[in-house]
């Protein structure tokens, strides 16, 4: 099936997401089984989130703050509120799209060098594009009656490390945590300052443009998401092996859209006139003897 309708005259920036693989987890675990893997939160590459946050204590009700092990409790709260959360991410389209794909490519989510890099294999691996409604509506089914699921962009802020004594992110109330109990006030800090804790990183990230599901579970080890029909395509890189590209063409079915990217000097481009990507023809008698 061609690519057109996922590159002209592209103008709904909401529509798909991008998820950046390599070629081995798309091949042997996502595309098999029609799964993604929401990982432990501290699993990722950015280190607010990978090592361990550092709370204050703080009190309205002038209690006694000397009863406590400030540094043991807040190694016992972050352990708590990473190893309860879950997340799978992607990237997203820049906020305008003119239509224009000539122009539009800079701004697309699967045109993007540092992800391809960092995520992809250098290159070597794949973006899938999935529909964002559909993604959503197949999570919503499976894991919103069992966890506490939230979505929505990442917000970039560079943030100095003296906070301000209005902020309670990183600050544990002990009059609530005396009130509730460990565990209830796990559920009550993530709820509060989720935001702020999940959903922003600093703006080095910016241009991973990144959109993600976050999952507050018991759950121990990953959970797997049945994306059901929403892959809507797959981007190969510019440095993809031949057979891996045949290989996921041939592993997927004629409702998925397939293109490659290509680098000319200094631009991403198309890899538009390579018949390979067409599912169809490539079953035809014509491809098969010219290949």
């Given at each position: 099936?061609?690519?057109?309708?996922?590159?002209?005259?592209?103008?709904?920036?909401?529509?798909?997401?991008?998820?950046?693989?390599?070629?081995?987890?798309?091949?042997?675990?996502?595309?098999?089984?029609?799964?993604?893997?929401?990982?432990?939160?501290s699993s990722t590459n950015d280190p607010k989130?990978?090592?361990?946050?550092?709370?204050?204590?703080?009190?309205?009700?002038?209690?006694?703050?000397?009863?406590?092990?400030?540094?043991?409790?807040?190694?016992?709260?972050?352990?708590?509120?990473?190893?309860?959360?879950?997340?799978?991410?992607?990237?997203?389209?820049?906020t305008v799209l003119t239509g224009n794909h000539?122009?539009?490519?800079?701004?697309?989510?699967?045109?993007?060098?540092?992800?391809?890099?960092?995520?992809?294999?250098?290159?070597?691996?794949?973006?899938?594009?999935?529909?964002?409604?559909?993604?959503?509506?197949?999570?919503?089914?499976?894991?919103?009656?069992?966890?506490?699921?939230?979505?929505?962009?990442?917000?970039?802020?560079?943030?100095?490390?003296?906070?301000?004594?209005?902020?309670?992110?990183?600050?544990?109330?002990?009059?609530?945590?005396?009130?509730?109990?460990?565990?209830?006030?796990?559920?009550?800090?993530?709820?509060?300052?989720?935001?702020?804790?999940?959903?922003?990183?600093?703006?080095d990230w910016v241009h991973e443009s990144e959109?993600?599901?976050?999952?507050?579970?018991?759950?121990?080890?990953?959970?797997?998401?049945?994306?059901?029909?929403?892959?809507?395509?797959?981007?190969?890189?510019?440095?993809?092996?031949?057979?891996?590209?045949?290989?996921?063409?041939?592993?997927?079915?004629?409702?998925?859209?397939?293109?490659?990217?290509?680098?000319?000097?200094?631009?991403?481009?198309?890899?538009?006139?390579?018949?390979?990507?067409?599912?169809?023809?490539?079953?035809?008698?014509?491809?098969?003897?010219?290949?």
């Amino acid at each position: 099936m061609s690519m057109n309708k996922l590159i002209y005259g592209m103008k709904d920036s909401n529509r798909y997401i991008y998820h950046y693989t390599t070629m081995d987890v798309a091949i042997n675990h996502i595309l098999p089984t029609n799964t993604l893997k929401a990982n432990n939160y501290s699993s990722t590459n950015d280190p607010k989130e990978s090592k361990q946050w550092q709370f204050d204590l703080g009190t309205n009700e002038n209690r006694d703050m000397g009863q406590y092990d400030m540094a043991a409790l807040s190694i016992k709260l972050s352990d708590a509120l990473k190893s309860k959360t879950k997340l799978v991410c992607f990237s997203k389209d820049e906020t305008v799209l003119t239509g224009n794909h000539l122009n539009d490519i800079f701004k697309r989510g699967f045109c993007k060098p540092r992800m391809w890099a960092q995520y992809a294999g250098n290159h070597s691996g794949v973006c899938l594009v999935f529909d964002r409604h559909k993604l959503d509506t197949a999570i919503s089914g499976q894991i919103n009656k069992r966890h506490l699921t939230l979505k929505g962009d990442v917000n970039y802020r560079d943030r100095g490390v003296v906070g301000r004594l209005d902020e309670g992110e990183y600050k544990i109330n002990v009059d609530y945590l005396e009130k509730l109990g460990f565990d209830q006030y796990v559920s009550a800090h993530f709820q509060t300052f989720y935001q702020r804790l999940f959903f922003e990183k600093m703006n080095d990230w910016v241009h991973e443009s990144e959109f993600r599901w976050v999952i507050s579970t018991d759950h121990d080890g990953p959970i797997m998401i049945d994306y059901q029909n929403a892959l809507a395509g797959i981007v190969f890189g510019d440095s993809a092996i031949e057979d891996d590209v045949d290989k996921i063409i041939d592993m997927t079915d004629y409702k998925i859209l397939y293109t490659g990217l290509k680098w000319k000097n200094c631009s991403p481009w198309y890899d538009l006139a390579n018949f390979k990507y067409d599912k169809a023809l490539r079953d035809s008698p014509w491809y098969k003897e010219k290949s």
